[in-house]
């Protein structure tokens, strides 16, 4: 296989009229072969902006969405691949086999019952939140101190839109030294964050590299999200030396969002969500 972007291949058809080319059965085979380059590190095949993965198929290959749906639902019948589910959207495919095997013949048009038990059915979002406080009050409402205090006093406009989503499981916040007096710290707490102390290095001057931040939510994250059943982890700040647990949040299939100021934000943190492995919002 070259390579090639699905988007560039042609999938043949049991007709060659371009007119009914959408109507026309797909061949396994072959959308099979798509599939395999078209996945990810992880054995996923999916629509970058997360919209329904037959839909996006559908676009990249001229097909009718009937057609692709009833090619993934063959495939995940014959048990070359595991179709996933959030809220009723058929929105990846996992490739369990990536080789055709002329022994796996499928007898009937299609096995809608099979390939319906093939499904994970996946329940609602869940979430792990981390907030680099400093990198935060260091970044939103800058030449307004009213608005910064009142945005420090007050996270729902962080927490609730994540709230609207899905379930929190837990929302942890690193604090340096030099925040411990500010209000936010009890009012962090209130609102549902677990705070951790990051003490500066005693005799350090004061500079991003002398507090313990990066080092301690690196740590503290990669064992949640290791050994937790959270769909996704919500990272608030925009520094790049968070892009490796980014990566491993990802590899341990979680959905990504970096929530930062957009003077903060990262050219890594652009470049990943260009190439679809992220989400970004801006504050």
Known sequence: MDGSPISSLTLPVSATNAQTQKRKRINLRSFLELLVKERNALGYVLDPKG???PRHLSEKLGFGYSAVLKALEELASMGYIQ???HK???YRAKILIDVWDENLVITTPILIEKAQKAFVRKGPRTFLVFLDLENLTRNISKGNPREKMKRLNDFSWLLNPIIAKGKILLAV????NSEAGLPPIMQLSRQGFYPVLCPRQLGVVATKDADTVDAKLDAFAKV???HSDATDVILITGDADFQPLVTFARFNQKTVTVVSASQALSGRFLDMEQRG???IELV
């Open 173 to 176: 916040a690193f604090v340096t």
């Open 88 to 90: 009723g959207s058929l």
């Open 83 to 85: 179709l996933e589910e």
């Open 51 to 53: 919209r329904s993965l």
């Open 224 to 226: 949640l999200i290791e």
């Open 277 to 279: 492995e992220i989400a």
